[in-house]
């Protein structure tokens, strides 16, 4: 079951990340570890850099051409002790050794924890990674289950707003540096061919929605568990909503992705 971990990606901030992070949780079927502050998306980049290396010379990679790596590799190994002759300037280990550290890793940090604690499952929950770094996590683990959350930008830029934008207090790009953010992750997980997309407003108030994602991550009686998970003690710093002027600032990122998901 350590093979079929639980990714959350959330389209930003004030997604309602954390309340299904707790509620998968709370069915003690998983563990649902935080967010890691973006390190998923260096960790991905980090196995890019590699596949480029490794890759063919005349194929075009994240970062630039490939490095003919693994043609390196298997010259100098069907050369014996002569194989120092080759040329062995991007040679690195098959793409393999380095799918299987990956995987050892997130097994060490997060898989073996959980289930020192009585957890059989684990999972984590992200709102700054992309699609990016989803498909690495799906490489890794092709067994796992993931969950794509939007939920509609004015109210997550709301939520910002009303905490003093979080870790951006006193930035005036503050609301366009959001949504951007949400802007960008939305789309990304509209066009995924993996995973099931879900909004933030069918979760909460339709008992099928919660069925549906219930079936999808195979843990049973989600929806029982939704009255349970609304008394975390996140508070607000005021009650402001977002003024005119910021509305039609934010109108001009968000609003061709805002109707693609149907909202108003």
Known sequence: ?????????????????????????????????????????????????????????????????????????????????????????????????????????????????????????????????????ARFLHQLYPAAHFIFLVRHPYDCLTSIKRRDWLDRPGDPQALEYYARHWARLAGEFRAADFGQLVKYEDLVSDTQAQERLGRHIGVADLSGQFTQVNRADWQSHHDQGLGFMERRRLSRIVDAEMRRYGYE
């Not at 995987?103 to 999972?123: C, I, N, Q």
């Open 1 to 133: 079951m350590t093979d079929q971990p639980i990714f959350i990606f959330s389209a930003g901030w004030r997604s309602g990340s954390t309340m299904l992070q707790r509620l998968i949780t709370g069915t003690q079927a998983a563990l649902i570890w935080g967010e890691a502050g973006g390190a998923l998306d260096r960790l991905a980049d980090t196995h890019a850099c590699y596949e480029q290396m490794l890759g063919p010379g005349g194929q075009r990679f994240k970062h630039g051409f490939g490095g003919n790596g693994a043609k390196e590799y298997e010259a100098f190994t069907a050369a014996g002790k002569d194989g120092f002759n080759k040329w062995i300037a991007c040679m690195n280990p098959p793409a393999g050794v380095f799918r299987n550290a990956f995987h050892s890793f997130f097994d060490s940090v997060y898989a073996r924890p959980a289930a020192e604690l009585g957890y059989a499952r684990w999972g984590i929950k992200e709102v700054q990674s992309g699609i990016e770094a």
